[in-house]
């Protein structure tokens, strides 16, 4: 499991050192701040929790 900031994720993202990525998106907008990094990948499933949205992805 690795948790960081987005420089350390997309660090790993672009080595293509992960498995599977659990993405939460909530209702709210920031105006300011780091965006989310960047991969591209089929999401394998999403599931609505409560007002989130949580998106599984895997890297096959």
């Known amino acids: 499991m690795v948790e960081g900031g987005a420089k350390t ?3 790993f993202i672009d080595a293509n050192l992960w498995d599977e990525a659990r993405v939460f998106k909530g209702s709210n907008n920031f105006e300011k701040g780091l965006k989310a990094p960047n991969f ?3 999401k394998t499933s999403e599931e609505k929790i409560l007002n989130d949205i949580l998106t599984i992805y ?3």
């Open 40 to 42: 591209s990948r089929k």
């Open 9 to 11: 994720l997309q660090t």
């Open 58 to 60: 895997h890297n096959d």
